[in-house]
């Protein structure tokens, strides 16, 4: 049981890794509808992911519980270790490419509005 839920929590890792060197090569591309359509499919694995994460630490403890040896699954639990620490990097890559460019836009913005005499659409009548 251990096992697999370590396993799937590999593969959720491994897709979500997968999805934001997507995000980055498409926020590199300006392919912002891609973006937007892979979102929602990166908000499902995340939540995978928690809910494997807290499926697990059960796992362990009931084994713990019951006086086996848990140790036994050391080496798979450094492996998913590492490859959450992988996402982690990546999703910190992403960040820091996304968030200059939010922050650009929002300084475009707030100039147009400031030009228009503090509303962003200027109406003529």
């Known amino acids: 049981m251990i096992t697999t839920t370590i396993s799937k929590l590999n593969d959720v890792t491994k ?12 926020v590199k591309k300006a392919h912002h509808e891609s973006l937007v ?3 929602s499919v990166k908000m499902n694995l995340m939540e995978d992911l928690t809910s494997l994460k807290q499926k697990l630490n059960e796992e362990l403890s009931l084994e713990y519980k019951e006086g086996k040896d848990i140790t036994i699954y050391k080496e798979s639990i450094d492996t998913l270790e ?14 820091s490419i996304v968030l200059p ?13 400031e030009q228009n005499g503090g509303s962003l659409v200027e109406i003529m009548a």
Not at 15 to 26: A, G, P, Q, R, V
Not at 101 to 112: L, N, R
């Open 37 to 39: 359509l892979r979102n």
């Open 15 to 26: 897709e979500l890794k997968e999805s934001i060197l997507l995000d980055i090569e498409d």
């Open 82 to 95: 590492s490859n959450l620490k992988e996402l982690y990097s990546l999703n910190g890559k992403l960040a």
């Open 101 to 113: 460019v939010k922050e650009m836009y929002k300084e475009i913005i707030a100039d147009i509005t």
